[in-house]
């Protein structure tokens, strides 16, 4: 797979679009009940995901993308470097990921039907490792660190 979606992306919007199908810029949250869809290892999936959509009588299909920024990099870069224990190889990881800002490396198209999102999503294998790094940062960040421990207070 290729580490910059862009291309994907813009063959998926024609897809949607050669189906007559509208496309909704937005996200899909974990909050929605939604089903995912198994892509069976068959890159070309998202289309059987398509014109099932079509065939359940939907109009449109949401659609996500997430792009590498170079300030979002940055602030995850200044995030590590001030936690507790920051790790070697996570700020290599972390600084490895600056070759990859301006690519896209995340989509997610949906369509809703009778009160549940259905859902295909593709990242690359960098996006994941830059999610992972978010991931350890906001943990860093709900730790305690005024060092108290709470049965010491009784």
């Known amino acids: ?6 291309n994907l992306k813009d063959d998926m919007n024609a897809f949607i679009l050669g189906h007559g199908l509208s496309r909704f810029q937005g996200y899909v949250t974990e909050d929605v009940h ?11 999936s998202w289309k059987d995901f398509v014109e099932l959509a079509k065939k359940a009588g939907c109009e449109f299909l949401s659609m996500d993308e997430e792009v590498l920024q170079r300030d979002e990099l940055d602030y995850l870069i200044q995030r590590l470097q001030h936690a507790n224990y920051p790790s070697d190889e996570d700020m290599d990881e972390a600084r490895w990921l600056r070759n990859h800002v301006g690519k896209t490396g995340f989509i997610q198209l949906g369509w809703p039907h009778q009160g549940i999102m ?19 940062v906001e943990d860093f960040g709900s730790m305690a660190i005024d060092g108290t421990d709470p049965d010491d207070e009784r």
């Open 1 to 6: 797979m290729s580490d910059d979606l862009s």
């Open 118 to 136: 259905f859902l295909y999503e593709v990242s690359t294998e960098w996006y994941e490792r830059y999610q992972h790094l978010l991931d350890l």
């Open 34 to 44: 939604s089903v995912m869809w198994d892509p069976r290892d068959n890159p070309e």
